[in-house]
């Protein structure tokens, strides 16, 4: 029996990779682990190192850091309760499933995931009513614009902004 080399990622694997995580409109700031089960929900390959390289870049890219990556930045103090911070872990999984839920695949929205918020700090209200009608023209072409509306009637309390060309509160 003959050893197999282990190589690490190309970048034509890497840049695959971040292509796919795009078109399933995984957030860049999702977890590994939550990348990765979209991709395999899709079908797609998920090296360990392919997603984890691909993640950093994407967060890179979006001029995110490692949590770990500017050390001249004070750490958060956390405040809340321990229940508390344990629910709003399981509301941001729950609203996580939905957004890879593998009837979305191939949506338009992808890569406008800020057009599709809810409410962003300090943002007007006509400011988002011109950022929410630019979503639903977006939506209007959509190929999964039916079963984007059945994901949004099925997780109502998981839905804010805008859902299937409504804006969902």
Not at 43 to 50: N, P, V
Not at 69 to 74: F, L, Q, S
Not at 115 to 124: N, Q, S, T, V
Request: proline share 5%; with cysteine; hydrophobic share 40%.
């Amino acid at each position: 029996m003959t050893a197999r080399k282990i190589t690490s990622p190309t970048e034509a694997q890497i840049v695959e990779m971040i292509a796919d995580l795009d078109r399933l409109g995984v957030p860049v700031t999702a977890s590994r682990a939550d990348a990765q089960h979209a991709l395999r929900l899709a079908g797609c390959g998920t090296g360990t190192d392919r997603v984890r390289m691909a993640m950093n870049k994407r967060k890179e890219a979006a001029g995110l850091t490692s949590r770990n990556g500017d050390a001249t930045k004070p750490k958060p103090v956390r405040k809340e309760p321990k229940r508390e911070g344990i629910e709003r872990k399981r509301a941001a999984e729950l609203a996580l499933s939905v957004l890879i839920d593998p009837r979305l695949f191939g949506a338009a929205c992808v890569g406008h995931h800020h057009l599709f918020d809810a409410a962003l700090d300090g943002e007007k209200y006509d400011e988002r009513a011109a950022r929410h009608l630019e979503a639903v023209q977006i939506c209007q072409g959509c190929p999964v614009l039916e079963a984007c509306r059945e994901v949004a009637i099925e997780n109502p309390k998981a839905i804010a902004g805008v859902w299937a060309g409504q804006v969902m509160t």
